[in-house]
């Protein structure tokens, strides 16, 4: 006996089969979750790994789904022995370039697993980071360039003061020369008057 029955077609279905599917849902739930649009990408990529006339089973895509889910919910995946940062544009990004790649019949198909994919992303996200560095070198020399002309140099200090530059040649000022001694010595006088004297007495 039958423990459900769909309320539309009546038709019967066992409880452990609800219960099965369970796993199902919460994987569609989460990606769901992380985007609805690149959910739809994701079910597209999953497409590529169908082998050739065959269906691909409900449990074969949810595997798929279940595999990509927790590097899709960080954003980041690990290649190569190393993190990848993958933000959600790059993973839209990477799957369009699979779905372009499989309409002009250059990818080779089905796919066995998820290494293109992701060697995609990390050459994306290793780009990024080249061109990240790239920028940083350029703003630090901008910013020593700027550094070096804001200083002004001696002459252009000296040339907005007017000031004349010190040198190790300049001379020394000269002392100021002694005034003379005021009035005369008394032998001087006595001279003078003498003279004077003789003056008075030619006719």
Do not use: N
């Amino acid at each position: 006996m039958s423990d459900l029955s769909c309320p539309s077609c009546g038709a019967e279905f066992d409880l452990a089969v609800a219960f099965s599917h369970e796993v199902d849902q919460r994987a569609l739930a989460r990606l769901a979750s992380v985007s609805i649009p690149l959910g739809a990408r994701v079910l597209q990529y999953v497409g590529l790994f169908t082998p050739p006339k065959q269906r691909l089973t409900a449990a074969k895509k949810i595997k798929l789904i279940l595999q990509l889910l927790p590097d899709l919910e960080r954003q980041a995946i690990t290649w190569k022995g190393r993190d990848w940062a993958a933000p959600l544009a790059a993973w839209a990004q990477a799957i369009d370039q699979m779905l372009d790649a499989r309409t002009a019949g250059r990818l080779e198909l089905p796919m066995k697993g998820h290494g293109y994919l992701y060697a995609i992303l990390s050459g994306m996200a290793d780009k990024h980071e080249a061109a990240a560095e790239h920028q940083r070198e350029a703003d630090l020399r901008q910013a020593g360039r700027a550094h070096s002309s804001d200083a002004p140099t001696q002459v252009g200090q000296l040339l907005q003061t007017g000031a004349t530059p010190p040198t190790s040649t300049t001379a020394a000022p000269r002392p100021a020369t002694a005034p003379a001694a005021a009035g005369m010595s008394p032998t001087v006088r006595a001279m003078r008057a003498a003279i004077q004297a003789k003056k008075g007495e030619q006719p």
